[in-house]
């Protein structure tokens, strides 16, 4: 613990970001995103409402998708944090990505971010099996531009890939 020019005491905290150790000093009430986008430069996550309404801030904290807006950083002390700059390899996009990309499913984008470390989190959890399911299951993040049809298109195209293959998630190669 630390004090910060104001006389308030930050708290220091480890954690694996983005598959790298990261030590940090954080204010008890800095959320995850804002430390995420003012004090990391990880702007991928969105700030959309800033209280758990939208999903455009969805993280995958330990595995499991989180709005990082409602999430303290002090919280993820020890965790493994993974945001949309994480997911894909040096030389791959992760296949939601690639995914989202064939099915056209954003216009603007703002959502996109949000929307693929939800559905990343959403194949993980292993519940969704039906398209009806996965509507019902994303139906925390919010596409202000209505892309609802392809996003779901691009989810279900990965879910019945993953399901056929039960093995790790296949990276698809990027081409120009
Ligand atoms: Fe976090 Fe909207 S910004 S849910
Ligand atoms: Fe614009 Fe979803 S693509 S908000």
Known sequence: MSATPQGYASHSIHL????????????????LLDLL??????????????????????????GKRVNACLTLAVMCDGADLVTIEGLASEEALH?????????????????????????????????AGTPAEVQEM?????????????????????LQNDSATQAEPQFVEVRA
């Open 16 to 31: 694996t970001l983005n598959h790298q150790p990261r030590q940090l000093d954080v204010l008890p009430w800095t959320t």
């Open 95 to 127: 296949p939601l990505q690639a995914a989202f990309i064939k099915h056209d499913a954003f216009q603007c984008g703002y959502c996109t971010p949000g929307q693929i470390c939800s559905a990343v989190g959403l194949i993980a959890e292993g519940r």
């Open 37 to 62: 986008r003012e004090q990391l430069d990880l702007v991928g996550s969105k700030k959309g409402c800033d209280h758990g309404q939208c999903g455009a801030c969805t993280v995958l904290l330990n």
């Open 138 to 158: 994303m139906s925390g993040n919010l596409c202000r531009c209505g892309a609802y049809g392809n996003i779901r298109a691009a989810i279900e195209e990965v």
